[in-house]
């Protein structure tokens, strides 16, 4: 039995076989199949090769026609290496006597050949290593991509286990067979985190290695409440785990009963609870949650695990469904498209540097007008079905503010002139999740009519740490004094503009900061719609006074642990019970 500690991102414990998969670009940890299995793992492989060469061999041809054959030559070569029966041979030897997947067989068999060639003496041949890595690619491409589509052909349930996941992996799973996932890599707030709360897998990131220590179809334990991996669990701790099962199926119903009951603390502070979506169909369960509105639409999503760039009708259809299905009155907060950083349309790659650090988010659509004129005509044609708030995300200037909202004016013309009808007074608002943003909130509220916080990455921005690098969890911390001492300084600026307020990022639906982020005069909670009956219940339990006391209190520590300590110890004294 071995035990792997990480970050639990969405609780539960699932019990189930492993399915692993590798993820393309990163090295193939060294894995074994069942021996009666071993047929199979040939057969996968076989399947590859020849689907790897036919790629390869169509790639040639359209070389040739369009620059030429002598630049095709190489492609060919390649496809003859692939179609080559010696290697094929090796790679089914280490299959069939040493058990190893095909993907690390593959791996094991042309890297020993990469490492040949290097060692020869200086000439012509060191170069053609790099043919090497080429076709170890083109190989293990085909076999990845099989993996995806067992994906897709699941019968039966599954923990999905790999290194990494990226949120357009994520958004493709199957829950009615995908239980479970867990990750070598990853942070708490990584957008795939977030989708495992989305679609409400539990799920556990930032393990560290483990993937070569797993076989495919090997019992596991995914703890998504203690950020634990257990592999091949042991009798007693399987059973404890069953008993875990059933206790956490009565807590869930316990909460169940809050949904009608108003979010108004103990003496009558109304706070209003609202709901993040990714996807249109989680509308509705917002509403089963008790949400009173919408206050995060990630667009960005629908841009996600398609093959094309939706068009403005497509866009129009999505966002009609939510407002429909909120109802008149009920916010719906549409924030513009946040792509860049970890979400990537499918298809396209990031050449970024530093790509939370580059042309993400607003900085991408004011980059590129016509994707965001696009989704602005889309979502103002939308804004007759309901209650539309428009979001600006990740702003940092407030000149970039004002070119946003240039922009948005000039749709709006456009739409008038064409006679298409919209609303025209729709509350603007940004997103603040750059420092920048913060410390000018004064100047930004000039500007808009709402705030939403978006502590994600105001955290990561705030501390230069990575939000998806489990190797800087530890100082990614939304406890941290001086992310506090921002919030605190954007919740004064709004209210001294009369502006509202909202926090949107995960940290609002984290239990221990509720009393805080309520102290410091936050009355709007956007929240994944799994945590809302939990912060309504924390919110039901307290008075304003005793959360004032309890964020002047946190404003006077100097360090994270400090803070989250001390938060815990108070949320203990309300709820006795860890599970909340
Ligand atoms: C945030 O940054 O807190 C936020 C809500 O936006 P996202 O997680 O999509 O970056
Ligand atoms: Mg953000």
């Known amino acids: ?245 059933s206790q956490t199926i009565s807590h869930d119903s316990s909460l169940e009963q809050l949904k009608s009951l108003p979010a108004v603390t103990k003496d009558g502070v109304q706070v209003r609870l609202m709901g993040n979506i990714e996807f249109p169909h989680e509308a509705v369960h917002c509403l089963e949650k008790g949400a009173e509105g919408i206050g995060l639409y990630r667009t960005e999503f629908l841009f996600m695990g398609k093959e094309t760039i939706p068009s403005e009708e497509e866009q129009y259809q999505a966002y009609k469904k939510v407002l429909e299905d909120m109802g008149r009155d009920r916010p719906v907060v549409i924030r513009t498209l946040d792509l860049g950083g970890d979400k990537l349309a499918t298809g396209t790659q990031s050449n970024e540097r530093n790509p939370f650090l580059g042309l993400r988010s607003i900085r991408l659509c004011l980059r590129n007008i016509g994707l965001f004129k696009t989704q602005i005509r889309a979502i103002l044609r939308a804004s007759v079905h309901g209650n539309v708030h428009l979001l600006f995300p990740m702003i940092s200037t407030v000149l970039e503010l004002r070119q946003a909202k240039m922009i948005l004016s000039e749709i709006k013309e456009d739409l008038q002139e064409e006679n298409i009808p919209f609303q025209r007074d729709i509350p603007i608002g940004t997103m603040i999740e750059v420092p920048s943003a913060a410390i000018l909130a004064d100047c930004m509220a000039k500007e808009v009519s709402f705030f939403s916080i978006g502590t994600n990455d105001l955290v990561q921005y705030t501390l230069a740490a990575d939000r998806s690098n489990e190797d800087v969890a530890s100082l990614y911390n939304p406890g941290d004094p001086a992310v506090i001492k921002l919030i605190d300084l954007v919740a004064k600026a709004a209210g001294n503009a009369n502006l509202a307020v909202s926090v949107c990022g995960e940290m609002s639906g984290d239990p221990i900061y509720t009393m805080l982020l309520l102290g410091l005069g936050i009355r709007q909670f956007s929240v994944a719609p799994h945590s809302i009956p939990e912060i309504k219940k924390i919110i039901r339990m307290i008075t304003l006074p005793e959360a004032e006391n309890v964020a002047r209190e946190a404003m006077r520590l100097e360090t994270a642990r400090d803070v989250n300590n001390y938060l815990r110890g108070q949320i203990r004294k309300l709820i006795p019970d860890p599970m909340v």
């Open 1 to 245: 039995m071995d035990v792997y500690r990480g970050i639990p991102v969405y609780p539960g414990v699932v019990i189930g076989p492993a399915l692993p998969l590798d993820t393309d670009g990163f090295l193939i940890p060294k894995r074994s199949v069942d021996p009666g299995l071993v047929e199979n793992e040939i057969q996968r492989l076989k399947d590859a090769l020849s689907k790897a060469a036919i790629s390869v061999r169509k790639n040639q041809a359209e070389v040739s026609s369009k620059v030429g054959s002598q630049f095709a030559a190489i492609l060919g070569a390649h496809a003859q290496m692939i179609e080559d029966p010696f290697l094929s041979n090796e790679i089914v030897t280490k299959i069939s006597s040493n058990y190893f997947t095909a993907e690390y067989a593959v791996s094991q068999v042309l890297r020993q050949h990469i490492k040949e060639m290097e060692a020869l003496p200086k000439g012509a041949m060191v170069s053609r290593t790099a043919d090497l890595f080429d076709i170890e690619k083109q190989i293990l491409g085909q076999l990845i991509d099989q993996k995806q589509q067992e994906l897709g052909n699941l019968t039966s349930p599954v923990v999905i286990l790999a290194h990494d996941l990226s949120p357009n992996e994520t958004a493709k799973l199957n829950k009615q067979f995908v239980h479970a996932f867990a990750t070598e890599a990853g942070g708490r707030t990584s957008h795939t985190s977030i989708l495992a709360g989305a679609m409400e897998i539990p799920a556990v990131v930032g393990l560290g290695k483990f993937l070569q220590e797993i076989t495919g179809g090997d019992i596991v334990i995914v703890d998504g409440d203690a950020g634990l991996l257990i592999v091949n669990p042991d009798e007693e701790i399987l059973e404890n785990y069953r008993k875990r099962q």
